[in-house]
C-alpha cells in the first residue's frame, strides 16, 4: 500500500511493508507487580509510580515495537479530579502520560542508533472511550447516559491537551459507538493536532459495539484530513480478519488490528475470564492489514513473536 511521504506510517510502510505496535500496557504493568486497581486502572501511576511505566513502554520497545501508546487512555482531566486532584494537577498528569512515553522512546533510541536496522519509533497518545472513564465496561457495549454535548466536552478537555502534547500522532481507540465516532470526528476537525488514528471496539466482523455499522464509521473518520490510519482493537482475534476486511472495503487508509486475547472482561468482577486465542499476526496482514499489535493481555513477549513472524529486521 502507497502511504503519503508526509504520514507518521510512511518509512515504517515504504521499508518494512508492516509496522509493528506494542501490546497492552496495563497487562504489562500488572506482570510487573503494579496495583491497578481502581477506576483510574494504569492511569493511576502516572501520580503513584512513573517509573513503572517508563519500563513498561521500555519492554515493548525492546520487544520489537515500533510505536508505544501513552497512559492516558484512563487519563481523564474528569478522573484525576474525582480522585482528588485539583483541575491544574489532573492536567499535568495527563500531559505527563506523553511526556514518559517520549522520554523512553527518546532514551532507548539513542542508545540503539547505529546498532541495528531500525526505524525511530513512533509515540501516540491514547485517547481512549468515554466508557473507559466510566470504568463500568461501557466500552464493550457503547452505551452511555448522557448525550452528544456532554461527551464532546468530557473528549475536549483532553484532546486539547493531547494534541499539543509532543507525540507524533494521536491514538483514538476502543471506539464503540457511532456517536462517540462523530464526537472525535468534530474535535479532530476543529484540533487536529499531530494527526490521529482511529481503531473501533466491534461485536462482530459489521457491527460496532453499540450495533451500528463498522462501514459507516470506517467512512466517517476516513474522509477527515490528518487521519493516518483506522482499524480495530480490543476484539476478538479470530474475528479479526472479517473486521479487517470490512474496514479494507470502506477505506484506503492504512488499517490497524491491535486485538486482545481473546479473553473476555468481566466488569462485575473486575478481571478477565475464558480462553486465549492464537494471534495469526500472518492471517491478518493477508486480509489486509499493515499495523499490527496487541491490546489487553497482550505482553511483550507476544509482541517479539509478532515482529519475528512478520519481519526479517533483527533486534539488538
Same mark, same amino acid.
Given at each position: /500500500?502507497?502511504? !503519503? ?15 509493528? &505496535? ?15 486497581? +481502581? ?5 493511576? &501511576? ?53 511526556? &514518559? ?29 468515554? +466508557? ?37 500522532? &494521536? ?7 457511532? /456517536? ?7 474535535? /479532530? ?53 472479517? /473486521? ?9 487508509? !492504512? ?62
Amino acid at each position: /500500500m502507497k502511504t !503519503p511521504k508526509d504520514s507518521p506510517f510512511h518509512l515504517f510502510l515504504e521499508r518494512q511493508g508492516v509496522m509493528i &505496535l506494542d501490546g497492552g500496557l496495563a497487562t504489562e504493568l500488572e506482570a510487573a507487580g503494579a496495583d491497578l486497581s +481502581g477506576d483510574l486502572w494504569s492511569a493511576r &501511576l502516572l501520580a503513584a509510580d512513573p517509573a513503572r511505566i517508563r519500563s513498561a513502554h521500555l519492554a515493548f520497545l525492546e520487544a520489537g515495537a515500533d510505536c508505544i501508546v501513552s497512559a492516558s487512555y484512563q487519563a481523564t482531566v474528569a478522573g484525576f479530579v474525582q480522585d482528588g486532584c485539583s483541575p491544574e494537577e489532573a492536567e499535568a498528569l495527563v500531559l505527563l502520560s506523553v511526556e &514518559l512515553a517520549v522520554q523512553t522512546r527518546d532514551l532507548f533510541w539513542s542508545g540503539i542508533r547505529g546498532g541495528e536496522s531500525r526505524i525511530r519509533p513512533l509515540v501516540a497518545a491514547s485517547i481512549g472511550p468515554y +466508557g473507559a472513564y466510566l470504568a463500568d465496561g461501557s466500552e464493550y457495549t457503547g452505551r452511555y447516559a448522557i448525550g452528544e454535548e456532554e461527551l464532546y466536552r468530557f473528549h475536549k478537555s483532553r484532546w486539547d491537551l493531547l494534541a499539543a502534547a509532543g507525540a507524533d500522532l &494521536l491514538a483514538c481507540e476502543t471506539i464503540p459507538s457511532l /456517536m462517540e465516532t462523530g464526537v472525535l470526528c468534530r474535535l /479532530m476537525e476543529e484540533c487536529p493536532g499531530p494527526g490521529a488514528w482511529f481503531t473501533f471496539s466491534c461485536r462482530d466482523g459489521r457491527h460496532l459495539r453499540d450495533g451500528s455499522e463498522l462501514g459507516e464509521a470506517v467512512r466517517m473518520v476516513s474522509g477527515l484530513p490528518g487521519v493516518a490510519g483506522v482499524g480495530v482493537n480490543c476484539v476478538d482475534p479470530a474475528q479479526a480478519p472479517a /473486521m479487517i476486511r470490512t474496514v479494507k472495503a470502506h477505506s484506503s487508509l !492504512p488499517i490497524l488490528v491491535y486485538p486482545n486475547s481473546g479473553e473476555r472482561w468481566d466488569a462485575g468482577n473486575r478481571c478477565w475470564a475464558g480462553s486465549r486465542d492464537d494471534f495469526q499476526a500472518e492471517v491478518w496482514v493477508e486480509a489486509g492489514a499493515s499495523l499490527i499489535g496487541g491490546c489487553c493481555r497482550v505482553g511483550p513477549e507476544e509482541i517479539r513473536r509478532i515482529r519475528a513472524a512478520l519481519l526479517a529486521t533483527p533486534l539488538a
